[in-house]
């Protein structure tokens, strides 16, 4: 008897409810001989399982309650179940929530170690996060662009901000840990980031706080406070700070020069 050889296909749920996910990635689950999944709750869960008979939850394998363990220990044994049930020829489909390529790392590694191995797998986009802000938030990225960083990236790293652009910053409930053991951040934390920030931006300058609903009964949160308000807000793992543009945007005059334009042609 052959078996026939296993495939994997992860897929992005978006952010809300059935409402976000493209018919191909609900194709995909539907036909699937095993769907693991990664969602914010037992609502998304369940809806998965209405749509297939074999869905297995990944959110055991974080630590429990009272138990300290690293996420790398976490993704690791994440990626050897769903590798299992491709390496036994099953028709696997990863479900995550939101897009299953952007601050998912365990799609990542289970489609690179699954490639190196001989299988097919590949990636379906879904509704990000940073899509449904641009939506809720009314901000047309493209007017001015914008830069994105996971916070403890940026605070660990020598990036540096344009200020005439939108800045985002991800994870920002977890900013400065560096453990991969905690999922929360402290005011301490979160005034080095400020303070960081303040090289660029005004401390009285207006962000926002942003989460995209999970339910369509749900609202966007869009809370607008001072940047130096930050290390006393109220944060949770879904938060993403949005720093509007603090200076205009300098015309580069070298380049219209060369180019044949005037600044005034432009407005």
Known sequence: MTIEKGTLVCVGTGLNLAGQISVLSKSYIEHADVVFSLVP???????LESLNQD????QPYYAQEGEVKSRRDTYDQMVDAILEQVRLGKQVVCALYGHPG??????HFAIAQAREEGYSAQMEPGI???ACL???VGIDPGASGHQSFEASQFMFYKHTPDPTTHLLLWQIGIAGEHTLTEFH????????????????YPLEHEIVLYEAP???????RIERVALKQLPFAQLSSITTLLIPPSR????NHEILAKLGITAEELG
């Open 134 to 136: 641009w939506a809720d």
């Open 185 to 200: 951040t402290s005011s301490d934390r979160l005034q080095v980031l400020v303070e960081q920030l303040s090289e660029w």
């Open 55 to 58: 869905v297995r939850s990944l």
């Open 214 to 220: 999970n339910l369509p009964t749900q609202s966007p």
């Open 128 to 130: 990000s996060a940073e």
């Open 41 to 47: 709750d037992g609502f998304a869960q369940h809806w």
């Open 102 to 107: 952007v601050f998912a790392c365990v799609s």
């Open 248 to 251: 205009e945007l300098e015309f």
